[in-house]
């Protein structure tokens, strides 16, 4: 068919048309060969200058339109609309840009007449070669599959849970509450832990829009958002289909082992705890020697395997604090010692912590080299001087890691790992609890060490993110200008697979070519410039399009 | 709820997330902002660590999305007067004052600026130049539409001046404009309205105001700004370039007792915009302890190491005069030293806006003892306050850094939508 192509000037007030010749401008466009329609108009994003595109448009039955005005952040998507509204594939319009990158820049008058000229040759080159494209909708599932039990995993599955939402909650071990049940006290008010995730488990248990299976984990995770097909192995040792359109990965973190790192004595003197050992003995009410007498003298030593890491765990420096509380109010007497390399404690509240912790006696020694001996903990000073002190119990702070099941949840999830190996977030400013795959979430410590407050906040962001963009009975409609690869010119070799970040590419086993997940491509372009045979392609971007562009830009 | 719609207080990265959010899920949104701009606190920023990612650039799709969003009704120049009622059906009163510029007609070409006699200085860029009665508070800002500041234009101070009326190709200019008073009807309210740096002024034992050279951390950062006053060069108020650079952690630390959370890292960010500028200045950091929790922040600080900084430790530090020029003296244990420098950077403590109290007695919320509005309970309600149906993010409630920010933003969200409705 042949094209009616129409070319619309705007002159946006003085803006373009001060240091754009317009009358040059129409008269040299109007005499090129395919231009049907030539017009000026002094404020085309106005209500009136709308109106005119509009009705022009209608008039003239054009195909295509190329407008030269502003940037395209400026007015691509309104010029777009009244496309649309005129009846016409929003895809058949190009707009090109002569204020910002010619009106706007080039002093010489007659110089950026000739640029807005070549912009407007460039656009009406590609336009030919636009194709239509339209809007897609697909069906989706609302249900969501939150792994780990913990207080995120909880608390996630506890705002997702309604009556049109079910959640499948799959804990690894055979109970709730995950790390913050094995604590004896939470900061800084000093409540029963117990107290607070036994009300969580609680309203877990209750609900009846959360199914719970516990000693289960997930072996297969298959689909994308809104339609995702996971396997589950369960307690009885049944293997479960379960069909959710979102998946939350809440699975916590492991303690550095301590066996690691034999400077810190643990395991070869007695009386030295990690932490979680220490928190143990608290619960169980009393603090006490191997031999069942009460310490003397307690050392607490920060940052155990930072340096090793290459990151600061956070929330360390806050619960040694605690401790120094939990032993001042069980034996007063006794000497507490804080080893310490950096004191983070972040926050309007944590200061006064250290400072009320401080005035009851506890003694702040800053060292980054720490060694424990028998009774003993040698360490040396900022100056570089050697020095000891007498203990007879230790207790350890080790590094928060990733939980051992991190790289094998990963690669199921297609999701990637970033520093210290924990699950890296889609972006770390403003997309910190989604991941490059969509309609995957990550919170709590599985995205990063932190306390438990930000880990509640993150589960709730991630009831944000899902409650907010996985709506019942309400379709998805994913991106447009997606890739996509020409089965005929497809090699095979899958090189595309390997660059897609968002694992929108799968390859088909049985016609030997990779195929694009529509629903996953978000058109970046990255298979596009590794394709070795020039098979894929973004949409609306296409090579063609550039090239004809570009070509006549450069002419 | 009763009501599904939503009012958000703020228009900073944390109150434009959770608006775009809200409205993704169906609901109308008010969202009300104190100043003629978007994307807060934020756009002021040249760099955000630790990726050193443009932040105008991080910002401006948000901000761009947040104007088109039919869901989204933006208020600026607003504040909020009167909060009544309860968890699903709250009435507020807002006044939205005149911007004397319409939204629809203006295109942003700033014709009107050059003939306006005003010129007072610019607040976004902290003083650090000057501005018209008629302004954008600087390049890009969002919605790039100005507004008339009443208090300064001499209009609005008995004279007869219409110059950039006249200047206006598109009559977008409307004197006219009335200030209004809108009553809205929300289900929740999310209160994000950001914080405040401390003044160092009021500790003078850092010689702010006395030495030319001594700068806040927010006037470093427009001047290493590509859109600020400087265009991004960094310079003495003599013009030259400054040789040697101490910046300053901690500073009203002590005087507001808590760590402001974000500065080590801001700090170790302009050891990057330096060298970037002048790979020969000397630069020395001044801390107390390194806050830098997390999995990605060590990396950057030992990075930053690297670049040539020196660290030095210090329990009291100050800004002395010195016959050329000043020197930091600073004190560890019972040692100490003195260093001279050309310029100095402090970083103050963030601290609440200086109308929290005033919003929080509007909005029937409590504040903490050091005035940022206080959370439900610390640990596990941290988004949530003393009175239904009102949530807190961002650094209105603590400070923090975007990543938190934007968490708590969309963990609000997430509170909200799963009271259904």
Redesign the interface.
């Known amino acids: 068919m042949e094209e009616k192509i129409g070319v619309y000037v705007c002159e ?4 373009i048309a001060d240091n754009v010749d317009i009358d040059r401008v129409m008269k040299t466009i109007s005499s090129l060969p395919d231009v049907d329609v030539v017009e000026r108009h002094k ?1 085309l ?3 009136n200058g709308k109106k005119f595109l509009k009705e022009s448009i209608q008039k003239h039955g054009l195909t295509r339109i190329v407008v030269a005005a502003c940037s395209p ?1 400026q007015h691509e ?1 309104t010029f777009m609309k009244v496309c649309e509204e005129a009846g016409i594939n929003p895809y058949f319009f190009q707009l090109t840009n002569i204020r910002e990158q010619c009106a706007w820049i080039i002093t010489d008058k007659e110089l950026a007449t000739e640029r807005a000229i070549r912009y407007i040759r460039a656009a009406l080159r590609r336009i030919p070669f636009h194709k239509a494209l339209v809007k897609k909708e697909i069906e989706t599932n609302p249900d969501v599959l939150v792994i780990g039990g913990g207080i995120a995993g909880m608390e996630a599955s ?3 849970a ?1 009556g049109d939402r079910k959640i499948h909650l799959v804990e690894k071990t055979d109970v709730l509450g995950g790390k913050v049940k094995e604590l004896d006290k ?4 000093m ?1 029963s832990s117990l107290d ?1 995730i036994s009300q969580r488990i609680q309203e877990v248990k209750q609900s009846e829009d959360i199914k719970l299976y516990t000693n289960s984990e997930v072996e297969e995770v298959l689909g994308f958002l809104g339609n995702f097909v996971v396997k589950v192995k369960t307690g009885e040792n049944k293997e479960l289909e379960l069909r959710v359109g979102a998946i939350v990965v809440a699975t916590g973190f492991s303690m550095l082992n301590l066996k690691q790192l034999p400077r810190y004595g643990y395991g070869q003197y007695d009386n030295v705890y990690t932490a979680l050992e220490f928190e143990r003995m608290n619960i169980d009410g009393k603090i006490l020697r191997k031999d069942g007498k009460p310490p003397k003298s307690i050392g607490i030593i920060h940052c155990v395997g ?1 340096e090793e890491r ?6 360390c420096c806050m619960y040694c604090l605690k401790f120094a509380n939990y032993i001042k109010s069980k034996l007063p007497d006794a000497n507490v010692t804080e080893f310490y390399q ?11 912590f250290y400072e009320d912790t401080k005035a009851k006696g506890v003694n702040f020694i800053r060292s980054n080299e720490v060694e424990v001996m028998d009774k003993v903990i040698k360490y040396k000073t ?1 100056e570089g001087e050697e020095k000891t002190s007498s203990v007879d119990m230790v207790i350890l702070a080790p590094a928060i890691e990733p939980s051992g099941d991190t790289a094998k949840l990963a690669e199921m999830l297609r999701i990637s790992q ?3 190996g ?1 699950f890296q977030e889609e972006h ?6 989604s991941t490059s795959m969509e309609g995957i979430f990550i919170a709590g410590c599985s995205q ?3 306390n ?3 880990s ?10 899902i ?3 996985l ?1 019942p009975g309400k379709k998805l409609e994913p991106e447009i200008k997606t890739s996509e690869i020409s089965e005929a010119l497809c090699i095979g070799c899958q090189t595309c697979l390997e660059v897609c970040t968002y694992g929108a590419i799968y390859f088909d086993e049985m016609k030997r070519v990779s195929v694009v997940n529509e629903v996953l491509c978000r058109g970046c372009g990255n298979c596009v410039g590794s394709c070795p045979s020039g098979a894929a392609s973004v949409k609306h971007s296409t090579t063609t399009q550039l090239h004809q562009e570009v070509v006549e830009a450069l002419r | 709820m009763d009501n599904r719609n939503i009012l958000v207080i703020g228009a900073g990265v944390a109150g434009i997330n959770a608006s775009l959010s809200l409205a993704d899920s169906g609901r109308k949104v008010y969202l009300v902002e104190q100043t003629s701009y978007t994307g807060g606190t934020v756009i002021k920023f040249e760099k955000v660590f630790s990726n050193l990612e443009c932040a105008t650039c991080m910002v401006a799709p948000k901000q761009q999305e947040l104007l088109t969003k039919e869901n989204i009704e933006l208020f600026t120049i607003t504040e909020v007067l009167k909060v009544e009622g309860s968890l699903g059906n709250f009435v507020v009163k807002v006044k939205k004052r005149a911007r004397y510029v319409d939204l629809k007609a203006c295109i942003g070409c700033s014709a009107c600026f050059e003939p306006c006699p005003v010129s007072v200085k610019n607040e976004f860029e902290e003083g650090l130049s000057e501005r018209k009665a008629i302004y954008i508070p600087c390049p890009g800002a969002l919605p790039n539409v100005p507004a008339i500041d009443t208090e300064n234009c001499v209009r609005f101070n008995g004279k007869d001046c219409k110059l950039c009326e006249e200047a206006c190709m598109f009559e977008a200019i409307d004197f006219e404009q009335k200030d209004e008073e809108i009553e809205l009807k929300v289900g929740a309210i999310v209160v994000a309205t950001g914080f405040s740096s401390l003044d160092p002024k009021e500790i003078p034992k850092y010689g702010y105001r006395k030495f030319s050279d001594v700068y806040s951390a927010l006037e470093f950062e427009r001047m290493f700004a590509s859109n600020g006053p400087t265009t991004g060069e960094i310079k003495l108020r003599n013009g030259e370039s400054p040789k040697s650079v101490a910046i300053v952690h901690c500073v009203g630390r002590e005087e507001k007792g808590y760590c402001s959370t974000i500065c080590c890292m801001n700090s170790l960010k302009f050891v990057h915009y330096l060298k970037e500028k002048l790979p020969d200045v000397k630069i020395s950091e001044f801390c107390s302890d390194l806050c830098i929790p997390g999995k990605s922040y060590e990396k950057f600080y030992e990075q930053t190491k690297t670049m040539g900084v020196d660290i030095i430790r210090f329990d009291d530090i100050a800004v002395k005069e010195e016959e050329k020029g000043m020197s930091v003296k600073y004190k560890i244990d019972d040692k100490g030293g003195s260093l001279p420098v050309d310029m100095v950077i402090l970083s103050p403590a963030l601290e609440p806006r200086k109308d929290a109290s005033k919003l929080a007695k509007i909005l029937g919320i409590s504040q903490d003892e050091h005035g940022f509005f206080a959370e439900k309970h610390s640990e596990i309600a941290s988004v949530e306050t003393s009175r239904e149906g009102i949530f807190i993010v961002g650094c209105a409630q603590d400070p923090k850094d975007i990543q938190d920010s934007v968490a708590q933003s969309e963990a609000a969200v997430g509170k909200i939508l799963s009271l259904g409705g």
């Open positions: 946006c007030g003085p803006n404020l994003c106005s209500e952040k998507v506890l705002l997702l309604s939470l900061l800084p008010r409540e607070i930072r290459g990151y600061c765990s956070g929330v950096d004191l983070s404690i972040p926050g309007k509240a944590r200061q006064k900022e970033g520093d210290g924990f770390p400013k403003l997309a910190p609890v990063g060490p932190k438990i407050p930000e509640i906040v993150q589960a709730q962001a991630v009831a944000g993110r409650l907010s963009s709506i």
